[in-house]
């Protein structure tokens, strides 16, 4: 869908380039409330100020064509960038909103309803294309940040040669257990380790469903060649493990990790530095 006079505000933005620059700049600048410098405002709004130039010349009335795709893309960086600033979003769409009174005025077309309305239209769906691609970006920074907190929080530690050990704090769940399972079998492939203590001392609880995700480890950890040990087993912990009928089968589980350290050293041959470790 094309509208011809589009031709004439594309055209007369463009004469007046400089100023429809600085009055974008000017509003955008006002809503940010000082976290963007106006140098730094006027270097993201104009390669898109001339995008739009370009496109209007097109004389087409809708967002979706190849003629806007070159706006498009830049306004899903601008998108992004004010994503990982931490702008809102409707602050990062007030930045193409404030466009629309200062392109209405340096168009001339205040006395044209159907132009008026064709520009409102445009400027709107770009706005909105801002926001739906703020909220993307957002939603893809915040999944990686919490990846990234799950890796943090989920250490592997070598305590010795062949000995490893991963301290858990919080609650383990199964999005949690798969990082844990992953980060341990690498450790084990990467060190050549033999013996892995999974420590709960930091699991405030357990129940079924952590049982069942330790011994998902512990499975793992075994057919990597690993021997497995579970310590942190606190006395509120073994009796709910008891009232639960949870079953550990073969697998040790001591009541600290400097017990189940000394447990490992033995099972590895260190015994003269028994007395020492404990």
Do not use: N
């Not at 463009?14 to 730094?40: F, K, M, N, P, Y």
């Not at 999944?143 to 530690?157: D, N």
């Amino acid at each position: 869908m094309t509208e011809p006079g589009i031709h004439r505000v594309s055209a007369a933005i463009e004469e007046r380039r400089d100023d429809v620059l600085a009055r974008w700049v000017e509003a955008v600048a006002d809503s940010s409330r000082g976290r963007i410098t106006h140098a730094e405002l006027t270097a993201e709004l104009a390669p898109i100020l001339d995008a739009i130039v370009v496109a209007l010349g097109s004389a087409t009335v809708t967002t979706a064509t190849d003629s806007f795709a070159e706006v498009r893309a830049l306004l899903a960086e601008l998108s992004r960038s004010r994503a990982l600033q931490g702008f809102s979003p409707s602050e990062t769409a007030t930045s193409v909103f404030a466009l629309k009174q200062v392109a209405l005025d340096a168009g001339g077309i205040t006395d044209d309803a159907q132009l008026v309305l064709s520009l409102s239209r445009l400027l709107d769906e770009l706005a909105l294309f801002t926001f739906e691609t703020y909220a993307d970006a957002r939603d893809r920074i915040i999944s990686q940040q919490a990846e990234e907190m799950l890796e943090l929080s989920t250490p592997v530690v070598k305590l010795w040669d062949g000995i490893v050990a991963v301290p858990l704090v919080g609650t383990l769940d199964s999005a949690r257990t798969q990082v844990v399972t992953e980060k341990l079998l690498q450790t084990l492939v990467d060190t050549g380790s033999e013996h892995a203590i999974i420590d709960i001392t930091g699991v405030p609880a357990v129940d079924t469903q952590v049982a069942q995700h330790l011994l998902k480890t512990v499975v793992a950890a075994r057919l990597m060649g690993a021997d497995c040990i579970i310590s942190g087993i606190r006395p509120q912990i073994a009796q709910t493990i008891v009232a639960l009928g949870i079953e550990f089968g073969d697998i040790a589980t001591k009541a600290s990790l400097a017990d189940a350290l000394v447990l490992a050293l033995r099972k590895s041959g260190v015994t003269r530095l028994d007395q020492e470790v404990g």
